[in-house]
């Protein structure tokens, strides 16, 4: 069986170049991917009339399974010459998909957002993070902070792409010798932990010179080293080596797997790679994780099985199963063109079980070009072109939920595959669906039901869930490349079903019942 791979990475990979120090003049940078170069960023700062407006521009040209993919992102942000945010603009070009984000902030500390896409308008509020800065505050920060050895300090910084603010760590280190594309100079360094909530943290270390200009940036993301070096305009904007980031993004398996789709549970044992000090998986009505005392976790996968959905839309106060049912960014359950196919995929049913096992299999037949070109399309964006990976059966399939009242989340995660480019055996990033049903959160999968595999099965691993913006995929870049799974227990007990044997299976078993 084959999965598609998502490549949220990339939305988190343009959200993380954008926290590194703020510059004060048009700046170039070559963007290296594990070393090969994957693209350039721009940076440009202007003054004028009392505000200051700060635009970066990353573009990146990663490889999937030898499909090339070109992201471009932009962010600019308006402040006060003191650094008092007023505005804000983000436009994501994802390839065959755009989006264009605008917010202005009031004085009472209120958003006004437009989410431009496809030629709509969509618009809405938010609260502005308190303390939060854009590029200017940061700037200012790190001027008023200077570079003494062994100073540090901390800052919330609003991420115009995740329309979120990430808490970061900042502290500075020794002076000391680095090279820049075989020039070697003495710059300072200055390492930034972000954070985001639930989410785990990305440590970053970036090299400054005297004036506080970035001359170099490392920071890991989804087990990849992404590097940006200061340089001139040529080199920046030159051809790139298209890095291939499928195989670096894939984890092996201890043992084959034969017919997950049948197993009960299946129970993994995960250690940290060298380095990693801790690992977050969460646990929700489909995994239970234990944290054992080596550091290691056990995580126990066992899809929820309801006998019957009950009746819908969903009437409960739940907080987070009622945001559940709202309409987001990237999963547009109120858009007409949703809501109509929503309520051709459902029909007359009236069953909340069978409803969403109707939109399962509705979405596994409605998107025709299971294309990995697509970088990271919206709901409705999936539903005009119908194409897309992993991430576009997810996000449609959960807005058609919403549109007709279920409760239902994007997750993503890994789940096993057979085969993927070349690959055997393995664990690859994926995404899927939860859904509110009978009291339990069921876990839909149109990708896998597209392929015949089935749908959900105990094969995925969640490592977040949530309205499918960019910033669920930090789950994704914090955790992916942090671990390994070293044994495995498969569990097919179940009514009708006798237990397979197998070799080395029951040796794995083995070792994790000792444990």
Request: charged content about 25%; hydrophobic content about 40%; some cysteine.
């Amino acid at each position: 069986m084959k999965v598609r791979h998502i490549f949220g990475f990339c939305l988190v990979l343009a959200a993380v170049c954008s926290v590194s120090i703020a510059q004060s003049e048009e700046e170039y940078f070559a963007v290296f991917i594990d070393g090969k170069k994957a693209g350039y960023a721009v940076r440009n700062r202007t003054a004028a009339e009392g505000k200051v407006t700060t635009t970066e521009k990353v573009n990146i040209t990663l490889s999937r399974t030898d499909i090339p993919v070109t992201m471009n992102t932009s962010e600019t942000s308006i402040e006060t010459t003191s650094g008092k945010p007023l505005g804000f603009e983000a436009v994501q070009d994802m390839s065959v998909m755009s989006m264009k984000v605008t917010g202005t902030v009031n004085q009472q500390g209120m958003v006004n957002l437009t989410v431009a896409s496809m030629g709509k308008e969509e618009k809405s509020t938010l609260e502005w993070p308190k303390g939060a800065v854009m590029a200017e505050g940061l700037r200012l920060l790190e001027l008023k902070s200077g570079l003494k050895e062994g100073s540090s300090y901390t800052v919330r910084i609003f991420n115009p792409s995740l329309l979120d603010a990430i808490d970061a760590q900042v502290s500075v280190g020794p002076r000391q010798n680095i090279d820049l594309l075989g020039r070697v100079v003495a710059l300072t360094e200055i390492k930034t932990t972000i954070s985001m909530p639930e989410a785990g943290d990305i440590v970053g270390t970036d090299y400054v010179d005297e004036n506080l200009r970035l001359q170099k940036s490392l920071m890991p993301v989804a087990g990849l080293m992404v590097e940006m070096i200061a340089c001139g305009k040529e080199f920046a904007m030159g051809g790139n080596d298209v890095p291939e980031i499928v195989e670096k993004m894939f984890i092996k398996s201890p043992v084959p797997l034969e017919d997950v789709g049948s197993a009960k549970s299946i129970t993994y044992h995960l250690i940290a790679v060298p380095g990693v000090n801790s690992l977050r998986i969460p646990s929700n009505d489909n995994q239970s994780v234990r944290q054992n005392s080596d550091g290691s976790l056990t995580v126990i996968v066992e899809p929820v099985k309801v006998r019957s959905g009950g009746r819908f839309p969903y009437r409960g106060s739940d907080k987070a199963i009622l945001e559940a049912m709202q309409p987001s960014r990237y999963v547009q359950s109120d858009r007409k063109e949703i809501i109509e196919l929503a309520k051709l995929a459902v029909g007359d049913s009236k069953d909340a079980l069978d409803a969403a096992e109707k939109i399962e299999s509705f979405v596994a037949g409605y998107i025709e070009n299971k294309s990995l070109s697509v970088g990271y399309a919206s709901a409705a964006e999936v539903a005009a072109s119908r194409q897309g990976d992993c991430s576009e059966f997810a996000v449609l399939t959960a807005a058609l939920c919403r549109a007709v009242g279920i409760p239902a989340q994007v997750v993503v995660g890994i789940a096993y595959v057979d085969e993927f480019g070349g690959m055997e055996n393995g664990f690859g990033g994926h995404a899927w669906v939860q859904a509110y049903i009978g009291g339990k959160w069921v876990g839909l999968d149109a990708t896998f039901k597209s392929t015949g595999r089935g749908g959900y099965d105990a094969g995925h691993i969640a490592l977040a869930a949530g309205n499918g913006d960019p910033k669920d995929f930090f789950n994704l870049a914090t955790t992916i490349g942090q671990f390994k799974i070293d044994r495995i227990k498969v569990d097919t007990n179940s009514a009708g079903m006798p237990k397979k044997s197998n070799t080395k299976a029951d040796s794995i078993e083995q070792d994790i019942s000792e444990n």
